[in-house]
């Protein structure tokens, strides 16, 4: 009987952000750095002019990561943003444990 190959599983791009650096705007783009788990990390920049709020821009930033964490790994990220030095800011992020849409605990199991 012949034998099925063995297909190795495949790693996502990239693993669960871990951190996030993000510098002041440059022109029109501000550079970010990530660190994620594991190994590797990435850079990028999102394009906002260099006098946009801070914080539309670490939303700008956050919010592809948080959709890819969820599409790749199957898990809901929160970050906590932090003041790094007077043009630059980290984001320190958590993994999420409750999701989002489940019903909180009231102590009563159920069925009873």
């Known amino acids: 009987m012949p034998r099925r190959p063995r297909t ?4 996502p791009p990239f693993g669960i952000p871990r951190e996030i650096i ?6 029109d783009v501000w550079p970010y ?10 850079c990028g ?3 906002m002019p260099g006098d946009a709020a801070v914080e539309d821009v670490q939303a700008a930033v956050f919010t592809p990561l948080a959709d890819l964490a969820r599409t790749l790994h ?5 970050v906590t943003w932090s003041v790094l030095t007077p043009d630059s800011w ?15 605990f ?7």
């Open 33 to 42: 750095t990530l660190v994620t788990d594991g190994a590797g990390g990435g």
């Open 74 to 78: 199957g898990v809901e990220i929160g």
């Open 8 to 11: 190795k599983k495949q790693r």
């Open 90 to 104: 980290v984001g320190h992020v958590r993994r999420d444990v409750a999701p989002a849409d489940a019903a909180p």
């Open 22 to 27: 993000l510098l002041a705007g440059r022109g």
């Open 106 to 112: 009231d102590g009563v199991p159920e069925g009873g």
């Open 45 to 47: 920049k999102v394009a």
